[in-house]
């Protein structure tokens, strides 16, 4: 464990403001106080009556839980389905095809508006596709694809032929998705000509291209959405158009029926090590959770709601709160391609406008970035159709939290602050919109069904007004099943802190009444915009330019976007290296030209200081604690565990002279 474990809520415990639902909110909720109890009094059969409630078998199951190879548990193993089939053709079939499952909405003014009943055809006919490129079940594919409604239709092809999906966010760059093609040994790739952002078309097949002549894939197609209509180079006989295949196959399919246990999707996230993890989840317990959470934490009526998530499906919120969740419970909901200042800073208010939005669920680093914008932007939209709120990625600051309510939800929405992760696969802690008097900053409570606790370093649950690290007690069915071809490191990086109990790798506390509040990742971890980020893998990036002999990379607490990635580096002297600028500004932009291309712009370090030392233990572990310090202009803290105690006024020194 790292010397991380910092609080990064300076208000905490003193929080007394509080916002109870409204009766007429409570009076209409899908879910009661008493669900809480229902669900403690008979944990496994509350998940299965979900289970049968929330999705349609083919085959029903009969075990709920199998935990005879704990960690590895299975939900519903006995039981078959389809996931594709669970989204869509259930609801056409249930007289629901009209209902429109996917309000478009490109960056450039385009729209689009999808209904059930032609999501159906489409998702019928790019699984047929994939079928006739040779795309059979349990093979993987890649899919790396801009806010476009075929990137949805793809994850759901994927499913319905039972090929697990691997999703690589378009702003990844080649290296990093020519590594994560090679880990799960992807069959085919799916990917755009290019997409949409900030203006401008910006192309995504190049990273493809690039990624495959690397080398070392098993990739026999790429399939290309053509949506910006940009020059792309073509290899023929492995690239193929999806206009000239997708719309011409049949709209016949008869769904793969898998086991609940098959593998629905793998996705890559950063963890302690440089290499990332391919986090992958299975189909039953996924889609009863991830149903569940959505219907109940933002209390959805698919009749009558208009659902928004702003995240990506290059990131779990958007594999579990665009895709699966939504459309498995027959919502109809907004997707929006492009970023929330094109061609103007009010555009997504334009948006919640335009459609009539009810539920919002985004993240803090973008209310933040509202804030900063000035609350004159979302004063000039219509907002009085949303009716609940969401929050998801990181800590939200109290004072963004009132914001949040106050300007967008007109000091009456409900907000509910959902703790989850990509191993998780749905929301684990979140208030509950009409049940819990909600606390600004806190996610409050596990949902009910859901055991968490905190613990302290001896694995003892620790009292109200204290902290520790936020453990899962008890397994829940949208729990990761693994990493990919890596058993090894499932059980020691989740499994092995308190035996027997998942280590979520964030610390938390308790507040007198029992909250619990979130307080950051105790790992190498960094959380930077709501996406995660490894330092070591940030590390390694820099460390692998022939200028850098060492580098150390902390996450400074920064006020948009939660952390900033901060670098020191220490570069390499002698003969080896001749063509080094003077100009120390020029290293700095080619270092972090440098990480984007190695992992994405999302690393990118904010600022890379270079110095001559590093601040060390007598073990040579980097102590970034200290570190810290120095990217937050702080008081340097405590260095008597360093070997050398001259380093920290060395550093220092050193960056004053710059
Ligand atoms: C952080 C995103 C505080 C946390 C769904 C977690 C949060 C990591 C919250 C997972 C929240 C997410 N309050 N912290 N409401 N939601 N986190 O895998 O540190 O991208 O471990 O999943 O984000 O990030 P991931």
């Known amino acids: 464990m790292s010397d991380a474990t910092e609080p990064t809520l300076e208000n905490l415990l003193h929080e007394n403001r509080s916002f109870p639902p409204s009766a007429e909110f409570a009076a209409q909720a899908n879910v009661d106080a008493g669900e809480y109890d229902r669900a403690a009094a008979d944990r496994l059969g509350f998940w299965a009556e979900q289970a049968r409630e929330l999705l349609d078998w083919q085959t029903p199951f ?82 790396y694809l801009p806010m476009v409604p075929e990137a949805i239709v793809a994850l759901l092809a994927c499913a319905r032929i039972g090929a697990p999906h691997s999703v690589v966010f378009g702003g990844f760059s080649a290296d990093a998705l020519h590594s994560r093609i090679i880990d799960a040994e992807a069959k085919a790739v799916i990917t755009a000509d290019g997409g949409y952002r900030r203006g401008s078309a910006s192309p995504l097949k190049p990273a493809v291209d690039a990624a495959l002549a690397k080398g070392g894939t098993a990739v026999e197609h790429v399939l290309v959405v ?9 290899v023929e006989g492995r690239d193929v158009w999806w206009h000239d295949v997708v719309p011409q196959a049949s709209t016949e399919h008869e769904p793969v029926w898998v086991d609940a246990e098959h593998p629905l999707f793998i996705l890559y996230t950063s963890g302690t090590t440089g290499k990332p993890k391919g986090i992958f989840h ?22 009558t709601d208009v659902y928004w998530c702003t995240a990506d499906i290059g990131w779990i919120t958007g594999h579990s709160y665009v895709v699966y969740g939504p459309l498995v419970n027959g919502a109809t909901q907004v997707v929006y391609e492009g970023t929330p200042d094109t061609p103007h800073k009010g555009r997504w208010w334009e948006i919640v406008q335009k459609y009539g939005v009810t539920i919002l669920y985004t993240a803090p680093t973008a209310i933040r970035t509202c804030m900063k914008w000035g609350e004159d932007i979302p004063a000039k939209f219509d907002l009085s159709s949303l009716r609940v709120l969401g929050s998801v990625g990181e800590p939200i600051n109290p004072e963004a939290w009132m914001w949040y309510r106050r300007v967008i939800g007109g000091d009456t929405a409900p907000i509910v602050d959902t703790w989850w992760q990509t191993e998780t696969g749905a929301i684990m802690i979140s208030p509950l919109p009409g049940v819990t008097a909600a606390k600004p900053g806190s996610a409050q409570v596990p949902l009910p069904g859901i055991v968490a606790k905190v613990l302290d370093d001896a694995g003892q649950p620790v009292g109200p007004g204290q902290g520790g690290y936020l453990a899962l007690t008890e397994p829940w069915p949208s729990m990761l099943r693994g990493i990919w071809g890596d058993e090894k490191r499932f059980a020691q990086t989740y499994w092995s802190r308190f035996p027997g109990t998942y280590f979520a790798g964030d610390g938390a506390k308790y507040d007198e009444d029992g909250d619990v509040w979130l307080l950051g990742r105790v790992d190498d971890v960094m959380n930077v915009s709501g996406h995660r980020l490894s330092t070591t893998e940030i590390e390694s990036a820099l460390v692998s330019h022939p200028w850098v002999a060492e580098a150390a990379v902390v996450g400074a607490s920064d006020e948009t976007t939660g952390q900033a990635v901060v670098a020191f580096v220490i570069l390499r002297g002698g003969d080896e290296v001749t063509d080094l600028p003077e100009d120390g500004e020029a290293v700095v932009q080619t ?68």
């Open 62 to 143: 009969t075990t709920v839980l199998d935990d005879s190879a704990a960690p590895r548990y299975g939900w519903f193993p006995d039981g078959r389905l389809n996931a594709a089939h669970n989204a869509v053709d259930r609801h056409v079939a249930a007289g629901n095809g009209d209902r429109v499952a996917i309000l478009w909405e490109g960056e450039d003014g385009e729209s689009r508006r999808i209904t059930y009943a032609e999501l159906a055809d489409d998702v019928a006919r790019a699984a047929n596709a994939l079928t006739s490129l040779g795309v059979g079940t349990g093979d993987r594919v890649a899919i």
């Open 226 to 234: 053509q949506r910006t209509g940009g020059e792309v180079e073509w």
């Open 282 to 303: 299975t189909t039953g317990g996924y889609l009863t959770q991830t149903a569940y959470t959505h219907r109940a934490v933002f209390d959805l009526k698919p009749e």
């Open 591 to 658: 270092l972090r030209g440098h990480v984007g291309q190695a992992i994405g712009p999302i690393a990118k370090p904010r600022s890379i200081l270079v110095v001559n030392e590093l601040p060390k233990t007598r073990s040579g572990k980097i102590m970034r604690r200290l570190l810290r310090d120095v990217a937050e202009n702080r008081e340097v803290g405590d260095v008597t565990t360093l070997a050398d105690s001259g380093v920290m006024s060395l550093i220092q020194q050193g960056l004053k002279k710059d």
